[in-house]
């Protein structure tokens, strides 16, 4: 199964914390992208992040950076000084490179308090 | 740029009474899914459009769920006869076309909650 595991079902935080969420996934194909979603309470996912499998470079937008590392076929997302904005339901979804057919996991609830 | 639209944003229906969903791509995407979100869990892909083509419709129950995408642009999808486990969020996206990029990235709708009473 191409899989994509979001071990953590939710987190809470207290605001300024710095919080890293997991997402470990399954691919047999060589090429594939990976992504970040966030979901609000209003329901929307809004795109965070694409990565393609040939690039490993860590990335770093504001607050938030991303960790992928192919040998463990991880994909982690950090969130530095969380803020109570921060809170929602953060998905990591894999793309198969041809279809692009979403795999998405089953995300993790996080909630970051005053 | 306007986003995905979708409407209505909620409906509460009764088992067995017939719903339909409406989606409006982003402007120039020629490729539309629909998906289904159960609470605490991550979407499920319905079905696939390209332009007004069917890509991939292996998940959806085709005994009761159907879609059309008409001219390529708006699309429909309808729940007949509804079941209490079609409650959900059925999420609407869009992305460009193969040979655009950034193609696999897809943008969502703010998504149609049901609830099947």
């Known amino acids: 199964a191409q899989k994509v595991t979001q071990a953590q079902t939710e987190i809470s935080v207290v605001e300024k914390e710095d919080v890293t969420l997991d997402c470990v996934y399954e691919?047999?194909?060589?090429?594939?992208?990976l992504f970040w979603y966030k979901q609000p309470p209003s329901g929307e996912l809004v795109f965070l992040i694409r990565?393609?499998?040939?690039?490993?470079q860590n990335e770093i937008s504001g607050r938030y950076s991303w960790n992928f590392q192919k040998s463990t076929s991880s994909f982690n997302f950090t969130i530095t000084a969380s803020q109570v904005v921060d809170s929602a339901v953060y998905f990591c979804?894999?793309?198969?490179?041809?279809?692009?057919?979403?795999?998405f996991g089953s995300g993790t609830k996080l909630n970051v308090k005053p | 740029e306007a986003g995905v639209a979708q409407s209505p944003r909620y409906k509460i229906i009764e088992k067995r009474q017939s719903v339909a969903f409406w989606c409006n791509p982003i402007?120039?995407?020629?490729?539309l899914y629909w998906y289904q979100q159960i609470l605490g869990q991550g979407p499920k892909l319905l079905i696939q459009?390209?332009?007004?083509?069917?890509?991939?419709d292996s998940q959806l129950p085709k005994d009761r769920f159907s879609a059309e995408r008409l001219k390529g642009v708006d699309s429909t999808l309808k729940i007949q006869p509804a079941k209490l486990e079609d409650s959900a969020v059925y999420l609407c996206?869009?992305?460009?076309?193969?040979?655009?990029?950034?193609?696999?990235?897809?943008?969502f709708g703010p998504g149609t909650r049901l609830l099947v009473l």
């Open positions: 996206a869009s992305s460009l076309a193969p040979g655009q990029t950034p193609r696999r990235t897809q943008y």
């Open positions: 691919t047999r194909d060589t090429t594939y992208y």
């Open positions: 990565r393609n499998s040939f690039d490993e």
């Open positions: 979804a894999r793309v198969d490179f041809n279809f692009n057919k979403f795999y």
């Open positions: 402007s120039g995407h020629a490729t």
């Open positions: 459009f390209q332009n007004n083509g069917v890509v991939d």
